[in-house]
């Protein structure tokens, strides 16, 4: 039920535009609030225990810039977004309810929390697309690259949507969070495909074949 958001623009964002995104994400989640953005060539990020409307963004200068508002189904000790070196990920979803002390015999992997997202993650920073994992998800992933680049992803489980408008590419984990904010031309990602935003060209790949889409 958490809120994603993804945005990415020309120019400097201007503040009230961050600001009334969350807020009006916050209805998908109250527990916590995390933005992850780029500024002077680094990956930056500010997470909180309270909900959005109590958050007071950080004077941030960045064109891009993603978020998570969260509905904890458990405690707040592991929040979004979930970060490494030049890579930040938020999602909506369940990937595992297994035990933390197993994840590593089931994935072959490493992990650094018992956030389930770090899964999608630590799959992605090895080169395994998080759409073969099993779960719920829709994701957007930022890379901290000489040109900054996002990724933004659903299985058949979870909604997605994006727009462009005035100059600004939105994405949002719910169709109603973008139309409150006056967004307009908004579409539907498809699911199980790969979309990626660099230096204001979108491309998407087909990542494997969906099964039943539920949204």
Known sequence: MCAVIGLSSENIIDHTIIENLLNQSMIRGKHATGIAWIENKKLN???VKYSANKFKLPNI??????AHC?????????????IDTNIALVHNGVVTQADPSKWHSIYQLDFKTKCDSEIL??????DIHPLHVDGSMSCILLENNAIPKIHFFRNEQRPLYYAK???HFYIASTKDILKRCEIKNIKKTDCCMNYTLQ?????KNQIRKPYEDLQ
């Open 45 to 47: 990020y500010e997470i």
């Open 121 to 126: 993650l630590r799959h992605w920073q090895n």
């Open 70 to 82: 969260r509905y904890s189904t458990s405690d707040l000790s592991w929040n979004q977004p979930i």
């Open 165 to 167: 408008h005035n100059n």
């Open 61 to 66: 200068k960045t064109k891009t810039l993603i």
């Open 199 to 203: 230096n204001k060209i979108l491309n």
